[in-house]
């Protein structure tokens, strides 16, 4: 029998890594939001994949209480995840899947594009998701996992932002508003390079963020998590003295209609 993987949340998308290691013949143990890390930790053997499948708001509290023994086995998927969240717990050398499937409830999962994996345990990520037809692939290292966070977070900071003032899909955003949408994904671009002390191409980025989109055209803009990504990206850049004239008139009117 092959060693137990641990699925720390099984919510929409806890849920579908824990079909695709059960399919691959992977015992699960699953851990929810109120058990003991800990406790649990010292009731089995060294898994062989840890998987924080919680959400992005409570990844920091949640990695705190990651035992020490479990930090090689660990995997993350969050949103807008960067590698300080990581660093900055002493996890040195996390698996990493940027995911570019949705799983909304009551709904099976449907892919974008192919969703990129990188580190110690990525083989047994991308065996598991094979078995449900999810297509990923493996990157070569960290500069190009570092812009595959980016570009991700780019995705989805960009359509939930503009999305505010727009509406619609990604499709439409692209179709009918294609320099307000550059002007906000310029602002973040310049957010998520001092978060990562990095330099990105833009138009590299740019073509990466529209090939998302022709994955799945239809993919509303405006999640229910818009407000408060606009909020976190405009406090980050007050903090770094990034001027974002596009984010803060995009919150003032938003705060205007409240």
Partial sequence: MKQAVVVIGTG???????????????????????????????????????LVAVGEKDLSNTLDQIPTSWKPQLA????????????DKGITEPTIISVWFEKKPGQDFKILVPSPVFGPHSSLITEALSTLNIPTYQVADDNELLFELVRKNLYILTTNICGL????????????????????????????????????????????VVEA?????????????????????????DKAGIDVPELTRIHQQASNAN
Wanted: aromatic letters at 6%; hydrophobic letters at 40%; one cysteine or more.
């Fill in 165 to 208: 003032e727009t509406g619609g899909n990604v499709q439409q955003l692209s179709d009918q508003h294609a320099d307000f949408m550059l002007k906000v994904m310029k602002e973040i671009l310049l957010i998520q390079q001092y978060l990562t002390g990095a330099k990105f191409d833009l138009d590299l980025l740019f073509k990466a």
């Fill in 213 to 237: 989109f022709d994955g799945d055209p239809e993919h509303q803009c405006m999640g229910r998590s818009a407000p408060q990504r606009l909020q976190r990206a405009i406090e980050i850049a």
């Fill in 12 to 50: 929409e998308m806890g849920g579908v890594f824990a079909r695709g290691f059960l399919k691959s013949g992977h015992p699960l143990i699953p851990i929810n939001r109120n058990d003991d890390i800990q406790h649990i930790a010292q009731t089995i053997e060294l898994p062989a994949l840890v």
């Fill in 76 to 87: 993350l998927l969050q949103n807008e995840l960067l590698p300080q969240d990581w660093l």
